[in-house]
């Protein structure tokens, strides 16, 4: 069957409406889902943040301020 064929076109719209279907259908073709969320969002922590080198990036960048004077 080819991607082409309207048989294959709505056999698509129903598998992606049902999750379960989808979710069958992706593991057959080797997508396995993962697990937790997927983005990290507005607001979320950064993983594996390694303050200093952070903040020597960004006195590199935008350059040194004094925290006294925020």
């Known amino acids: 069957m080819s991607k082409k064929d ?5 056999n698509e719209k129903t598998i992606n ?3 379960t ?11 396995t889902p993962k697990p937790g969320q ?3 969002g507005k607001g979320s ?3 594996g943040a390694n ?3 952070y ?4 006195d590199r ?4 301020k004094d925290k006294d004077n925020e």
Do not use: N
């Not at 903040?55 to 960004?58: F, L, S």
């Not at 960048?61 to 040194?64: C, L, Y």
């Open 55 to 58: 903040e020597d990036g960004w």
């Open 17 to 19: 409406r049902d999750p």
């Open 21 to 31: 279907l989808k979710a069958a259908r992706d593991i057959s073709q080797g997508f």
């Open 45 to 47: 922590a950064r993983r």
């Open 51 to 53: 303050d200093d080198a």
């Open 6 to 10: 309207k048989q294959w076109v709505a």
């Open 61 to 64: 960048i935008w350059g040194k």
């Open 38 to 40: 997927t983005h990290g």
